[in-house]
């Protein structure tokens, strides 16, 4: 709470302390948001835009939920922007005479999800979040959080039921 | 809603986390620098602020003092080559354009001022 607190007054060197300690959990939040590759580009402009904002933080303890929020809309908004989920590789996701576990690709199948969706289902099932904490962290409602993540639940069922083919895309 | 009959595929679940928690190819310490070259100094401008704040509200309040001087009530002029100061309780001193000062006594001090 110190170095937030030292960071909330204009501290740049306690600020960059405390993205260093949250970095690979927005990394990896950004990661299911976005494409890989641009994954590190978001979380730092996150980081920036925390910055410019952390003035307005009221409350110490909610800088994690509070940090999260500002990175994962970064990255909603870099994802609907270019609407393009561009996997790193072009590897066949479900290459012929594999078996089904080894062909998921969770990359090919994000990509078939809102980007909503795709956050909602990280934080569930990656961070382990509650529907209140969600949804506080992306400022919607519990009952929103319970909607992209029953659909994006189905989705990718459905697609991985079927092998990560989509005929409807 | 159930939500237990929309979970994810155990094999997905964990292929997933373990795609998102790939090691990033910067590390902290070059996540630190990187931030410390890419966020401005918060703390510099706001003292520098200070100063600028304090030499604006110097200057302003030199402004109000010279402007509150400047429009300071003077004499009251009844014409133009007439002017007439209040001199003491019941006296009003009458200045004319061309001819001697003039003291009138008043009844109170500000009865008659303004009369010729």
Redesign the interface.
């Known amino acids: 709470m110190r170095l937030v607190r030292r960071a909330v007054e204009?501290?740049?060197?306690a600020?960059?302390?405390l993205?260093?300690a949250h970095?690979?959990r927005l990394?990896?939040?950004a990661?299911?948001i976005v494409a890989?590759l641009e994954a590190?580009d978001v979380v730092?402009d996150g980081?920036?835009k925390a910055?410019k904002k952390i003035g307005s933080l009221r409350k110490a303890e909610s800088f994690s939920a509070w940090l999260t929020r500002i990175v994962a809309n970064t990255a909603v908004a870099r994802a609907r922007r270019r609407r393009v989920f561009q996997p790193i590789n072009g590897a066949e996701v479900m290459a012929p005479g594999r078996t089904?576990?080894d062909r998921?690709d969770?990359?090919r199948?994000l990509v078939k999800l809102a980007p909503r969706q795709r956050a909602v289902?990280?934080l569930t099932?990656?961070e382990g979040l509650s529907d209140r904490e969600i949804a506080e962290v992306l400022g919607i409602t519990s009952s929103s959080v319970?909607v992209h993540?029953?659909r994006g639940?189905?989705r990718?069922?459905e697609l991985?039921g079927r092998g990560g083919t989509d005929e409807r895309s | 809603m159930n939500d237990r009959d929309h979970d994810l595929p155990p094999e997905l679940e964990r292929r997933w986390r373990e795609w998102a928690e790939t090691e990033p190819s910067l590390d902290e310490q070059q996540l630190k620098q990187n931030l410390m070259a890419r966020i401005p100094d918060r703390t510099s401008p706001s003292r520098r602020q200070l100063v600028l704040v304090a030499a604006a509200a110097s200057i302003l309040a030199v402004l109000i003092g010279f402007e509150t001087t400047r429009q300071s009530p003077g004499p009251a002029v009844v014409e133009e080559s007439t002017v007439i100061h209040e001199t003491g309780a019941n006296v009003i001193l009458v200045l004319r354009e061309g001819s001697e000062p003039i003291y009138v006594a008043t009844e109170s001090s500000s009865t008659n001022i303004g009369v010729k």
């Open positions: 204009g501290d740049r060197e600020f960059s302390d993205a260093v970095w690979r990394l990896a939040l990661r299911s890989d590190e730092q980081l920036i910055w089904m576990d998921i969770v990359q199948l289902l990280h099932a990656i319970r993540r029953l639940r189905r990718l069922s991985a």
